[in-house]
């Protein structure tokens, strides 16, 4: 087992064009990692794994724990071993927040994850209902996604940042969740408040891409037909 591997399961293009079906259970995926994020099989809801306990934030806003047979077409783990980067002290938000990261360390080039406990003043959070087949594209269904406003809730930011030159493969840059201790909210990051905490971060040197072999049509894909880049903005 080692901490400074992130482990990818699948990539965010795969999901452009609609191959949403979940291909890797959730069991499986815990062999590689103990902390991290995804979706589920029909882009049901977003993923949250923190301490080796997976959660699913549905497209209407319920926190459930997952069982190890449930299914995902994409998702990012690792072993966590986090060091503290800095106390926050004054109200920030994403924008802010990704900026004072990056300016504290040389990170630019890899990937890392990043973790952040603490009492938001505001969080707003989104997620999707799972969709049925024949899946649609990622960008038809930004209008099927639910918004989530909490407001003083105590929980934990999780993600991912991923160097520009993997945007496709990844999000380029911050891909963040975020999940309530009492489970009230969560899902992918839209916007927050926050001015306490301890900001950890963990760096990777090595990235473990698995591709889901498996699966006919992901194998049969010509991605060269998709606009990834820009289905990614628009969606991410
Ligand atoms: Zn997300």
Redesign the pocket.
Known sequence: MSKSTLYQYGTLALLVPGLFKGTKSIGSLLSHGDTG?G?GDGLDG?LVVLDGQPYQIDGSGNVNKLSEDFMVPFADVHFADYKDLFELKDFINPQKLEEAVLSKLNYNNIFFSFRLHGNFDKIVTRSVDKQTEPYPKLVECADKQNEFYGENKVGTLI?YYAPQIFNGPA?GGF???FLADDLSIG???LDFKVNNGMVKVQPFNNLEQVFPTDSNEFMQHDFSKDDVNGAISKA?
């Open positions: 994020i979706t977003e993600g999000v891909h963040l969740h899902g992918h990051v991410e």
